[in-house]
């Protein structure tokens, strides 16, 4: 390690760091004219699956008549609630299909067919999170919004290639044993210009590029830093995104789909490509790995 970058250690280890807050609105109620039993039901259906499901209820939701516990808690809401206040993304979404990929109990499926998307993909791995997002759907009346059970890197399978305006990939990267892949399916499913909005453990980082490897601790498999989540968006074909750490090892970063028709460089890829001819001439010069290199360098 250079002087410099003992520097930077000590800075940011020692100096203390403030973080942006913000809490998004829950404006979904249960209608107050619905029948005591079909609050009891719903009520039920929760309930059951918060003892069904392995890690239990995920987020907390305000059903109106009564409020059900997730261990998540409001998580959800201060992503909501930053988007928002930094303007990254519509506070409309009148006419647009989105997908909130990772869904579990789906707190942003249901308040982004509130703010008017005509379609919402709700899409998890696990059958109970689905259920939990089912549940929401139904206790709200939720028109518009699909359950898709489904690995990330299967979507094109269900989900047209770009047929989509928006994704929402919140707590899902760092869980991908492939996060490359399933960028590069994100921006396969979106539409030229379409908007990826990513929630991700990582390491505040954004001058050196790498990945620690998680030993699936709480799930993950790997913990990027904000230059390497940026770098990976960019090879994968999006523009340059901007990362920010809204509280220690979490961050929220915003991309959108290049437009261009190819990513640059796609060998040793686990991806059907046409043609393994680079986009772009490869780099020979190993000062492009800096400040990060192996010793022997």
């Not at 973080?19 to 039993?37: I, Q, S, T, V």
């Not at 789906?106 to 259920?131: C, F, K, S």
């Not at 518009?144 to 489904?150: A, F, I, N, T």
């Not at 044993?177 to 505040?204: A, F, Q």
Request: aromatic letters at 10%.
């Amino acid at each position: 390690m250079t002087i410099s970058e003992l520097c930077w250690e000590v800075r940011r280890k020692i100096l203390p760091r403030s973080y942006p807050r913000a809490m998004g609105e829950w404006p979904l109620r249960m209608d107050p004219a619905a029948p005591p039993e079909r609050v009891a039901e719903i009520r039920a259906r929760a309930a059951d699956l918060a003892g069904r499901s392995q890690y239990g209820w995920g987020q907390t939701v305000d059903f109106g008549p009564f409020v059900q516990e997730g261990f998540l808690g409001h998580g959800y809401l201060e992503i909501v609630g930053l988007l928002d206040r930094w303007g990254w993304w519509p506070r409309s979404l009148a006419g647009q299909a989105v997908a909130d990929v990772g869904c579990f109990t789906g707190g942003h499926t249901a308040l982004m067919a509130h703010r008017g998307a005509r379609r919402v993909w709700a899409v998890d791995e696990l059958p109970e999170h689905l259920e939990q997002a089912r549940v929401l759907r139904d206790a709200f009346g939720l028109a518009g919004v699909e359950l898709l059970q489904s690995s990330v890197y299967e979507l094109d399978t269900a989900i047209a290639p770009a047929s989509l305006d928006m994704v929402v990939l919140s707590g899902v990267l760092y869980h991908l044993s492939d996060m490359l892949v399933g960028l590069l399916m994100m921006r396969r499913l979106l539409k030229p210009g379409g908007l990826l909005l990513i929630e991700s453990n990582g390491v505040e980082d954004s001058r050196r590029s790498f990945a620690n490897f998680g030993r699936y601790w709480g799930g993950m498999w790997w913990q990027p830093s904000g230059l390497c989540i940026r770098d990976m968006c960019a090879f994968m074909g999006f523009e340059a995104a901007e990362v920010r750490f809204y509280k220690p090892d979490r961050c929220l970063a915003r991309a959108v789909h290049d437009g261009r028709a190819e990513i640059p460089f796609k060998r040793g890829m686990n991806w059907d490509f046409a043609s393994l001819a680079d986009a772009e001439r490869r780099t020979m010069d190993r000062r492009v790995m800096a400040p990060v290199r192996p010793r022997l360098w």
